[in-house]
């Protein structure tokens, strides 16, 4: 059976057409299911019930249901959703004064490898379909009543790993029939794949696009990310200075500061010379301490010096704020904490 999330308007268009429907049915279910976030076919009253009947047959409607959800103190929710074949995946709600930002998954685990991240723990399972990260953010929608403002893909998985389906979803949640996401409001998080960076400024999109930088250097970024041994940081940033030439999108650069690893003064001043000359944001963030992981945060005067030293040279740098620390909100951990009760319950 055909995902009918996952079909583009034009394609559902087709496919009714094929099966023998006026084309305006097209523009009436695409609405219900990606501005009405309806939950089913039966939910379609304005479609006669035998072509609700002949859909039942031909599609399958992707919904996600919440299996926990987790509240902090910041206001910060992080939701647990099983998919239709029992996988659990993450979001997470933000609250932010200029609106509600939702950071999706892209993937059901990871491969990277990146030696900080709890997503990679257990490898990758499966890329998730474009239904499936709609879902997350319709279903966060419908779940707290407010309007989605921002969505950063920033979640587990790695998108460049999952490409088709990431554009496909990109074009859907950017759709004028749909939630009419613009691109300057979405943001895609990727570690670094190069031929994908340039694909992705090839494609004509204006989404905003962060690195996962976390080192100065190859030869620690190497130690922290399996990924950087296939691509060397010149490649990578030249790929990013493209996409910042086709777009005009300022650069986003995150860097997970990690206690004695790559937080010293020396190494912000080497990556100060690394990506000076740029548009661009470096987006410090404290690293998640994970359970697995020997990784510690960074003191906070090592932080606020790291900061210092990239003003010093005119580089636009963010704290991110903390949020959702009380509940296990980095990558990956709730998600990793839900799979191992259910191991040890068997
Ligand atoms: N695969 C993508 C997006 C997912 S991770 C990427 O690599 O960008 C989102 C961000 O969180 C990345 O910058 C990632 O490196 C970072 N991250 C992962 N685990 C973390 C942790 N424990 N503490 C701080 N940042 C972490």
């Known amino acids: 059976m055909t995902d009918i999330k996952s079909m583009n308007f034009e394609e559902l268009k087709e496919k009714l057409v094929a099966m023998g429907e006026k084309e305006f049915r097209a523009a009436q279910i695409y609405e219900w299911m990606h501005r009405k976030l309806c939950g089913g076919f039966d939910e379609m009253t304005n479609i ?3 072509l609700r009947e002949k859909c039942k047959e031909s599609f399958s409607f992707c919904t996600l249901r919440a299996v ?18 029992k996988n659990v995946i993450e979001s997470v709600l933000m609250k932010y004064h200029h609106g509600n930002s939702v950071c999706i998954s892209s993937q059901v685990g990871c491969r990277m490898g990146c030696a900080f991240c709890a997503s990679t723990i257990g490898g990758l399972t499966r890329n998730l379909l474009p239904s499936e990260m709609l879902e997350q953010i319709y279903e966060i929608t419908k779940i707290s009543g407010e309007r989605v403002s921002n969505i950063v893909v920033m979640g587990t998985g790695e998108p460049f790993d999952n490409y088709d389906n990431l554009i496909r979803f990109l074009e859907m949640i950017s759709d004028v029939r749909g939630l009419n996401i613009s691109g300057r409001n979405l943001t895609i998080s990727t570690c670094g794949i190069v031929p994908r960076i340039k694909e992705f400024a090839d494609g004509g999109f204006t989404a905003n696009l962060a690195l996962s930088l976390h080192a100065p250097n190859d030869a620690l970024r190497q130690k922290l990310m399996p990924v950087a041994r296939a691509y060397p940081l010149t ?25 004695g690893v790559n937080d010293s003064a020396a190494q912000a001043r080497e990556l100060s010379s690394l990506i000076k000359g ?19 945060r960074s003191h906070a005067k090592n932080i606020e010096n790291f900061k210092n030293i990239l003003e010093k040279n005119r580089i636009n740098v963010t704290i991110r704020r903390e949020m959702g620390s009380d509940i296990d909100a980095a990558c990956g951990q709730l998600r990793k904490s839900y799979m191992d009760k259910g191991v040890n319950r068997e």
């Open 48 to 50: 006669s019930i035998p």
């Open 68 to 85: 926990d959800r987790r509240e902090s103190v910041d206001g910060t929710c992080k939701f647990l959703f099983e998919l239709p074949d």
């Open 235 to 259: 490649e990578i940033l030249s790929a990013m200075d493209e996409y910042y030439q086709k777009t005009g999108r300022r650069l986003t650069f995150e860097y997970s500061l990690i206690s």
């Open 278 to 296: 740029r548009n661009c944001l470096v987006n410090l963030i404290p690293v998640n301490e994970v359970k697995e992981r020997e990784f510690k």
